[in-house]
């Protein structure tokens, strides 16, 4: 079904998916063990909200088509900058667990190095990122109501519980982490760090990757401790550097100087045969 190849690729039930079978016709069909599916619906209704009952029903159905419009599928994705290539990202950082923050800032700041800058805000440079540390548990009726009236919004509730949400309207980007849940997990701040790196993606523009182990896949996953090298190959791509490399203009612009080069050589190649012509005459 739909939704079925739909958690598949989202990451729900990859890693337990037994591997697609031929039909006739040619085409493949995904064969899911029924109880991984029972498992795999109940993670999603959890994450959504819902009462985890393990079964397709319609609440669930519903809540899968609006997300849809938010979280496209791999084949469909769009990465889309948040700032500038070559700018500076100012960022704040308020609440508990600053420090894991910033490890994760640093860990994309290194990724982009020479391509993004990222310094703390102060009086003089405004914040461009927010990250804030509090309770988002009536977040989602609000965000969900800007969702339906404004399309420049992007909502990132995939984690379990609700746990955070990236708001992304106009500077400052706002990423809000629900830190009284986190704090209850066996493992906070791995668990945190995991968070924070997909959610500061999501807020440089990196759409949801289809990859288990990528940080920018939408199932949560304690495992994701770094950024892959398909994170990093990503945002390089969206952020390319700022030193006029790397783009077909720029390709196009050191075209054209080489042409302009070998013109000017052609010019004084002619010139200098006027003149030994000239010479040539006078003898």
Same mark, same amino acid.
């Given at each position: ?254 075209? %054209?100087? /080489? !042409? =302009? +080069? &070998? *013109? @000017? $050589? #052609?010019?004084?190649?002619?010139? %200098?045969? /006027? !003149? =030994? +012509? &000239? *010479? @040539? $005459? #006078?003898?």
């Amino acid at each position: 079904s739909i939704i079925k190849r739909y958690l598949t690729q989202m990451g729900y039930l990859r890693e337990v998916m037994h591997p697609p079978v031929q039909q006739q016709g040619g085409s493949d069909r995904i064969d899911v063990a029924e109880d991984v599916i029972n498992n795999g619906y109940g993670l999603v209704q959890t994450q959504l909200g819902l009462q985890p009952t393990g079964e397709m029903n319609n609440d669930m159905v519903t809540e899968l088509a609006s997300a849809r419009r938010y979280n496209t599928l791999p084949q469909r994705m769009q990465d889309n900058r948040s700032f500038e290539r070559g700018s500076t990202v100012y960022y704040t950082i308020s609440g508990q667990l600053a420090r894991v923050a910033l490890k994760a800032i640093n860990a994309w700041a290194t990724a982009l190095k020479g391509h993004l800058t990222f310094k703390v805000a102060d009086a003089k440079n405004p914040p461009d990122l927010v990250i804030n540390f509090g309770s988002v548990v009536d977040a989602k009726k609000k965000v969900k109501k800007i969702l339906n009236t404004l399309g420049v919004v992007t909502n990132k509730t995939n984690y379990p519980y609700h746990l955070s949400h990236v708001e992304i309207t106009e500077t400052p980007i706002k990423i809000t982490l629900y830190t009284e849940s986190m704090l209850q997990m066996d493992n906070p701040i791995k668990d945190f760090s995991a968070i924070l790196l997909h959610d500061i993606g999501s807020a440089l523009g990196l759409s949801d990757s289809p990859y288990p182990r990528d940080v920018m896949n939408p199932f949560y996953s304690d495992k994701h401790k770094s950024l892959t090298q398909n994170d990093i190959n990503r945002i390089k791509k969206l952020y390319p550097e700022h030193n006029g490399r790397g783009t077909d203009e720029n390709e196009d612009d050191g075209e %054209d100087e /080489d !042409e =302009d +080069e &070998d *013109e @000017d $050589e #052609d010019e004084d190649e002619d010139e %200098d045969e /006027d !003149e =030994d +012509e &000239d *010479e @040539d $005459e #006078d003898e």
